[in-house]
């Protein structure tokens, strides 16, 4: 059984930081690439990055460079979002995101999802 949870979202003042975490299972977490996506009401869902299983590679959104960092611990199978100098449109519920579909009978897994909202 495949699962990835989310934590760390809540409420932040623009300017602010949050970091968010995803805990993985049910896989060989240290061989695949995770993914973190957002998506705000109304919009499609974005991926705002993305880091290679060993942790030596990353891509982020030209929205959040320079803004967000991800990286990961394969020892505790979790995959982290640091988001630092927060705006109120980076407000959405945070996805982590794993494909599996290499592997027979498996899928394109998301996490339940974590609420971010940058406010005053």
């Known amino acids: 059984q495949v699962q990835l949870v989310e934590s760390g979202g809540g409420l932040v003042q623009p300017g602010g930081s949050l970091r968010l975490s995803c805990a993985a299972s049910g896989f060989t977490f240290s061989m695949y690439p995770m993914r973190w996506y957002r998506q705000a009401p109304g919009k499609e869902r974005e991926l705002v990055a993305v880091i290679t299983s060993d942790g030596d590679m990353t891509t982020y959104a030209d929205s959040v460079k320079g803004r967000f960092t991800i990286s990961r611990d394969n020892a505790k199978n979790t995959v982290y979002l640091q988001m630092n100098s927060l705006k109120p449109e980076d407000t959405a519920v945070y996805y982590c995101?794993?494909?599996?579909?290499?592997?027979?009978?498996?899928?394109?897994?998301w996490g339940q999802g974590t609420q971010v909202t940058v406010s005053s």
């Open positions: 995101n794993a494909d599996l579909r290499t592997i027979p009978g498996r899928y394109n897994y």
